[in-house]
C-alpha cells in the first residue's frame, strides 16, 4: 500500500467500522491508491479523510449484496478522489462563477488576550454578530477589528453566543481537555449506532433492474443543514435513494451551498410551525426509511421531532442525527460550524501558520494570516469526514433492519470527529507535513502528480453548467455520479418520488 496507508487504514476505519458493527473482512479487502502527500497539514486529515470514505464504500457494497444477492463487491478508496471530494465547495463552478467564499465577518480576529473566530455566512448570524458588538448593520471588517480588540476572546464569545451568534475563542488542545465541553465530549466515542426501538424487519423495495443500487427505493428526510449533513444524504442519493430536503422558508439554505451538496437531491419548502406543514411532513414521514437531522439538539423537539418520537410514528425508522458539539455538556445546545469547532478543539493552534500560505489554505483560514496566528485546516474535513460517517451508519442500519428487524439511531458530532483527529488518528500515524508544504509528487513511475480535473466533471442543470467534484465512494457497480444535479431551493413538491 506504501505511504503509512496500512497504519492510518487500522488507526482509522478499523474504529469506525467496529463501531457499526462491520465485518472487518469488508476493510481487510479495501485496495486504496491515489498519489501521496494530499490535504498536508500538521494534523493527519488525510487519514481522517480517507477512514471516513474507507468505511462508507464497505456499507454501500454490504447493502448492495443484500439487494442483489452474491458477494460484496470490491471497494476502491482513491486518495486523489478523497481529497478532492473534500474541497468539492472549493471546486465547484456555476457558469464559470466560483461560489465557495466565506463572508467578510467570518474569520479570525485579534482580541485584547487573544484570538476569536466567528462565523457570519448567514444574514441572521451577522446580525446577531453586530448586535452582541453593539455595531450597526452597516459595520464592517474594521469596525468589528475595532470593537473586538478590547475584549477578551472568552467574554466575547459568550456575549456574542448569548446574543444567537456565533464566535468562538481560539483554545489550545490542553485548555480544550479542561473545558466543560471538552470532558463530555471526551466521554462518547466518534459514532454511536443504537436501537431506538422495537420495530419488525422492513423488506429492501424489489428490484427494479439488475444490479441494484444499494439504497434504491428508500426514502430519506433531510433536515441537515452545510455542511457534515448534506454530504451524507447526497452520498445516499448516488446510491439511489430518494432524498427530499425540507428547507425552512424563513431560514432557507444558501443557494450555493446546495449547488454543491444537492445534487441527487430535490428541495420542498416546508413550514413545520402550520398546520399545513406538519401535515405535509406527517404525510412524507410515515413512508420514509431515513431522517438525517442536523440541527444544533434541541432545536427541532418542539416540532415533535426527537429520535424517539420520530420512530414511535414511523417504526423501523433510521435517524441520524448530526450536531457540532454533541447533545450535553454547556454547549450541547450551542450552534457550530466546521470552521468554530476547530477554534475551540485545539485544532487552530496546532496548525498555527510559520509561513505563506496556498490560496485554497487562505480561504479556509479566513485570509492570510502573519506567521504564528491560528489557523485552520486545507479543508473543512470536520465536515466532509463527519458527512461519509453518517452516511455509513445508515446503510449498515438499513441492513441489519432488513434483516433483524427494529428502529436505529446513529449519533454523530464535528467535535467528536475533531477529537477522533486530535488523538487516536494522530497517535501512531505517519509524519505528516504542515500548511505550505509543496505539492504531491509521484508515488511511483507512472502513478502521476495528483489533478483534481480527473475528479471533477461538468453537468448541465437548472442553476446553469455545473463543474462539480465526483463522489470518492466506490465499489465494483458503483454510479459514476448523481442521476440528477441539483436544482432550486425549496421548489420542489412535498412528495415522495
Known amino acids: 500500500m506504501g505511504r503509512g496507508h496500512e497504519g492510518a487504514r487500522h488507526s482509522g476505519t478499523d474504529l469506525a467500522w467496529a463501531a457499526l458493527g462491520g465485518d472487518p473482512a469488508l476493510t481487510e479487502g479495501i485496495a486504496y491508491g491515489g498519489p501521496p502527500g494530499l490535504l498536508p497539514a500538521r494534523l493527519p486529515v488525510m487519514s481522517l479523510a480517507r477512514s471516513t470514505v474507507a468505511v462508507c464504500a464497505p456499507a454501500a457494497a454490504g447493502l448492495a449484496a443484500r439487494r442483489n444477492g452474491g458477494p460484496v463487491p470490491a471497494v476502491r478508496v482513491d486518495d486523489g478522489a478523497v481529497a478532492t471530494a473534500f474541497l468539492s465547495e472549493r471546486h465547484l463552478r456555476v457558469d464559470g462563477r466560483a461560489c465557495s467564499s466565506f463572508a467578510p465577518l467570518s474569520r479570525f480576529w485579534r482580541t485584547a488576550d487573544g484570538w476569536v473566530r466567528t462565523h457570519a455566512n448567514y444574514p441572521h448570524h451577522r446580525a446577531r454578530l453586530l448586535r452582541a458588538l453593539d455595531l450597526p448593520e452597516t ?105 427530499l430536503r425540507i428547507e425552512a422558508p424563513q431560514l ?42 442536523g440541527y444544533r439538539p434541541g432545536a427541532l423537539d418542539r416540532f415533535g421531532l426527537t429520535p424517539e418520537a420520530l420512530a414511535a410514528r414511523r417504526p ?74 453518517p452516511a455509513a451508519a445508515v446503510l449498515r442500519a438499513l441492513t441489519e433492519q432488513s434483516r433483524t428487524g427494529g428502529s436505529f439511531l446513529a449519533t454523530l458530532a464535528l467535535a467528536r470527529t475533531a477529537r477522533w483527529l486530535m488523538h487516536d488518528l494522530a497517535d501512531g500515524a505517519e509524519p505528516h507535513p504542515g500548511p505550505g508544504t509543496p505539492g504531491p509528487q509521484p508515488e511511483a513511475p507512472g502513478a502521476g502528480a495528483y489533478d483534481p480535473a480527473h475528479h471533477l466533471r461538468d453537468t448541465d442543470s437548472p442553476l446553469g453548467r455545473l463543474r462539480h467534484a465526483l463522489s470518492p465512494v466506490s465499489f465494483d457497480g458503483s454510479p459514476a455520479t448523481w442521476a440528477t444535479p441539483p436544482g432550486h431551493c425549496g421548489t420542489d413538491a412535498p412528495v415522495w418520488q
Open 139 to 243: 459595520a464592517g471588517g474594521a469596525d468589528v477589528e475595532a470593537g473586538l480588540s478590547g475584549r477578551r476572546a472568552e467574554e466575547t464569545e459568550e456575549t456574542v453566543c448569548a446574543a444567537g451568534g456565533i464566535a468562538v475563542a481560539v483554545r489550545t488542545p490542553e485548555a480544550w481537555r479542561a473545558h466543560p465541553q471538552g470532558t463530555a465530549v471526551a466521554a462518547h466515542p466518534l459514532l454511536a449506532l443504537a436501537p431506538l426501538g422495537d420495530a419488525p424487519a422492513r423488506p429492501l423495495p424489489p428490484p427494479a433492474g439488475s444490479p441494484m443500487l444499494p439504497a434504491a427505493g428508500l426514502r430519506v428526510l433531510d433536515l441537515t443543514r452545510v455542511i457534515a449533513g448534506p454530504v451524507a444524504t447526497r452520498t445516499l442519493a448516488l446510491l439511489g435513494a430518494d432524498v
Open 252 to 293: 432557507q439554505e444558501s443557494q450555493d451551498a446546495h449547488s454543491d451538496t444537492g445534487f441527487g437531491e430535490r428541495s420542498t419548502a416546508l413550514d413545520l410551525g402550520s398546520a399545513a406543514g406538519r401535515a405535509s411532513f406527517e404525510e412524507l414521514l410515515s413512508r420514509a426509511d431515513v431522517v438525517a437531522t
Open 316 to 389: 423501523g425508522l433510521v435517524v441520524a442525527r448530526i450536531s457540532a458539539w454533541g447533545e450535553d455538556g454547556p454547549w450541547g445546545g450551542r450552534r457550530g460550524f466546521d470552521s468554530v469547532v476547530q477554534v475551540a478543539t485545539g485544532i487552530a493552534a496546532v496548525e498555527a501558520d510559520t509561513g505563506p500560505a496556498s490560496a485554497d489554505a487562505q480561504e479556509s483560514r479566513g485570509g492570510a494570516r502573519r506567521n504564528g496566528t491560528p489557523s485552520a485546516l486545507p479543508a473543512q474535513a470536520l465536515d466532509h469526514g463527519t458527512g461519509y460517517l
